[in-house]
């Protein structure tokens, strides 16, 4: 079975500093997911990774993939309030099935 | 446009007693449809995937199963609920000929007392 992994999980950060939140795979896949929870709510996506070396950014969120060394890092800039939410990393396996990171808990602080 | 319908937003249901949650899909044909689970403050677990009717697959041995009888339908159910089939329960569903997306449903907070 895929396992997918997240560090860490829990984060409590200030606003303005920077962070990283890493997800690491077990298995082969070229093809890496990020979603933001918040509380009570279903999941938005947020990035899709398609190819070793791929980095998308979106506001104050970057995330790239390492389809290599099985790693996909989510780095977040200058944090803000809006950001607090839980966020999951994604693989899916060679039949489409997705396995999810066990989340990162982010809150800021003013 | 595609939209995934879950329902009900929240349930609360004694032990022992049976469960029926149904996620429908609308605007596209033949989606492969998922069942996860999120227990309190826990990741999420895929616990029922379909590729198409009639045919169900399960990731882990439980007291829930899955039954798609129509193509855009997918129902999650129990006969007998335990404690610890208390969660967040969320539908999914891709196009069978695109496998980048996935949308979600808005999901259903169980909690069996």
């Known amino acids: 079975e895929l396992k997918v992994e997240q560090n860490p999980l829990f984060l409590s950060m200030q606003e303005g500093k920077n962070y990283t939140i890493y997800c690491n795979y077990s298995?082969?896949?070229?093809?890496l997911y990020w979603y933001r929870q918040d509380p009570g709510k279903s999941l938005e996506s947020l990035f899709v990774l398609l190819s070793n070396g791929a980095v998308k950014q979106e506001g104050r969120l970057m995330a790239s993939l390492d389809t290599k060394a099985r790693l996909s890092t989510l780095h977040i800039t200058a944090a803000v309030h809006d950001l607090s939410a839980t966020y999951f990393c994604a693989v899916p396996n060679t039949g489409n099935q997705f396995y999810f990171g066990t989340g990162t808990s982010l809150t800021v602080i003013p | 446009s595609q939209t995934i319908h879950q329902w009900p937003a929240t349930l609360v249901q004694p032990v022992g007693s049976p469960l029926s949650l149904e996620c429908t899909v609308e605007?596209?044909?033949?989606?492969?449809l998922y069942w996860y689970r999120q227990a309190a403050g826990r990741g999420l677990q895929l616990l029922f995937y379909?590729?198409?009717?009639?045919?169900i697959s399960s990731e882990v041995p439980q007291n829930l199963s899955a039954s798609r009888p129509q193509d855009r339908q997918f129902i999650l159910s129990s006969k007998k609920l335990l404690l610890s089939d208390s969660g967040f329960y969320l539908c999914?569903?891709?196009?069978?000929?695109?496998?980048?997306?996935?949308?979600f449903g808005s999901g259903t907070r169980l909690t069996v007392v």
């Open positions: 379909s590729v198409g009717i009639g045919q």
């Open positions: 298995t082969t896949s070229d093809r």
């Open positions: 605007g596209t044909s033949n989606p492969n």
């Open positions: 999914a569903w891709r196009r069978h000929d695109r496998p980048v997306e996935y949308t």
